[in-house]
């Protein structure tokens, strides 16, 4: 009997269907490899149509926090097409890479007592990471140097929350979006087992 206290199969029934309707209703995300990302334009779109839209319905849902408790310095996500074009491979990642490594430096910084922000500002974290992850493969897929001067010549100052949602959704949607076109050819080549 003394076995039975620590065997989970022991434990009341309602809490095992509690646990069982827990894990089944909120199934954990299954991580892609960075190919895929790279490699499905409309997987890759789909989820982050699908990430922006959880974000902003988080964000009209804590109503009365929008408000930072300090200011945030954030990159320029602008994007001068013909200035892009005449960019390197390695330039244009390494813009977007610091670019997603300024988010971050903010997040690791951020303070806030606030729940509902607390909770939103997680998820967004999660979200920088994945992204990180991701572009930080590219030089080891396309044996390409990034260049290690700071590329971030640009930024503005924010207090609001929906303004940093807003310009890390443009980051996302716009130059990442170009950088993986751009790499689209190279990535997707290399590994043949990558879907298109």
Not at 31 to 49: H, L
Not at 54 to 82: F, N, Y
Not at 158 to 163: D, N, P
Request: glycine share 2%; aromatic share 4%; hydrophobic share 40%.
């Amino acid at each position: 009997m003394a076995a039975c206290n620590s065997f989970p199969l022991c434990a009341p029934v309602g809490l095992l269907l509690l646990l069982l309707g827990l894990f089944s209703s909120h199934p954990p995300e299954v991580q892609a490899r960075p190919t895929d990302f790279w490699c499905n334009r409309q997987e890759r779109k789909r989820m982050e149509q699908r990430t922006f839209e959880d974000l902003k319905k988080d964000m009209a849902d804590c109503v009365g926090s929008d408000v930072l408790s300090s200011t945030v310095q954030l990159p320029s996500v602008r994007l001068h097409v013909a200035e892009w074009e005449n960019k390197t491979l390695q330039q244009k990642h390494a813009e977007v890479l610091g670019a997603l490594q300024v988010f971050q430096a903010w997040m690791a910084t951020n303070q806030t007592t606030l729940q509902c922000q607390s909770s939103l500002l997680k998820k967004l974290q999660r979200q920088i990471t994945n992204h990180l992850l991701i572009v930080n493969q590219i030089p080891k897929q396309i044996d390409a140097v990034v260049p290690s001067e700071n590329t971030i010549q640009e930024s503005t100052s924010q207090t609001r929350l929906k303004k940093v949602l807003d310009q890390y959704e443009k980051l996302i949607k716009v130059k990442l979006e170009r950088l993986a076109k751009d790499l689209e050819g190279i990535i997707c080549k290399v590994l043949p087992s990558a879907t298109t």
